[in-house]
């Protein structure tokens, strides 16, 4: 098996909570890796130091067997480590084509001179007609994103991070405020992504997890509770006691709301 990503023994304190706790996991090159967990689990710690925006205080990350622990995010996005942010990253007074040739540009580090005009950059072209064309976005490519809806908007994301031609790609809640159809429709894109892409997914809707992921990670309280295929995880006693105790805790919320 080649790992696309070797975690041996992660951690990030703040203070005296480890958010992420000593953390040791395989991601499998080409799989759906999905990480999961209760509110407050350490997902978005975890992904924060999968992609280089934080550095640990412990352990230390391979990507494809080199050592990229204390490697910056940039870095990272050129040893083609892409990710979606939570946040939008589209630039709404530019068109759909126009996003995207920015960020082909923007990760081979010619930045601002994207105005010069595309086609002096046949590859960068080249590589957003691509990442249109698997997000199904090509029809609308002349369109400017302020006439997208939401969930074409997260589809441009996906545009955005797949137009650096990425072997790694981190997603970060991809799915949130989608529609259940828009949810569905993004799962099928995933899943019709090149099999050499290895995908990194933290989600909450479990939905999406399990129709997607090849691999699930679970966390809790900042530590491992268990790691590989769905039906391992789902059926291992540790997960389905962390599951119902949340779920209780949310159960009780909304009586009260
Ligand atoms: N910058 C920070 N400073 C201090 N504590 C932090 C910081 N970032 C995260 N934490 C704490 O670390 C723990 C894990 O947080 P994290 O956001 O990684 O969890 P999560 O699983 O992504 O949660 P959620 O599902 O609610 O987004 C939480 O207790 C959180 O309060």
Redesign the pocket.
């Known amino acids: 098996m080649t790992a696309a990503l070797q975690v041996d023994g992660l951690t990030r304190a703040?203070g005296a909570?480890r958010?992420v706790d000593d953390v040791t996991l395989t991601v499998r090159a080409g799989a759906r890796h999905a990480l999961i967990?209760p509110?407050?689990?350490?997902?978005?710690?975890?992904f924060k130091l999968l992609s280089g925006e934080i550095r640990p205080t412990g352990g230390r990350i391979r990507y494809f067997g080199e050592d990229i622990t204390r490697r910056s995010q940039p870095r990272r996005a050129r040893m083609r480590i892409a990710q979606t942010y939570q946040h939008s990253s589209v630039f709404m007074p530019l068109t759909v084509a126009e996003n995207v040739a920015l960020a082909a540009q923007r990760v081979q580090g010619i930045g601002t001179v994207w105005w010069r005009g595309a086609g002096r950059y046949p590859d960068r072209t080249a590589a957003a007609r691509e990442a249109l064309a698997a997000v199904g976005l090509a029809e609308r490519s002349g369109d400017l994103v302020s006439s997208l809806s939401h969930g074409e908007r997260r589809q441009l994301e996906l545009a955005l991070a797949l137009a650096a031609r990425p072997r790694l790609l981190l997603l970060d809640e991809p799915t949130a405020g989608m529609s259940a159809t828009e949810s569905a429709d993004f799962v099928e894109l995933v899943k019709a992504l090149p099999d050499e892409l290895t995908v990194i997914i933290v989600e909450?809707d479990l939905d999406v997890v399990f129709s997607l992921a090849t691999d699930i990670s679970v966390?809790h309280h900042?530590r491992l509770l268990a790691t590989g295929a769905p039906a391992e995880v789902s059926a291992d006693p540790a997960v389905q006691d962390a599951y119902l105790s949340w779920s209780a805790t949310d159960d009780d919320l909304e009586e009260i709301e």
């Not at 509110?39 to 975890?46: F, H, I, V």
């Open positions: 703040y909570l958010a967990g509110n407050g689990a350490g997902k978005s710690t975890m909450h966390l900042g």
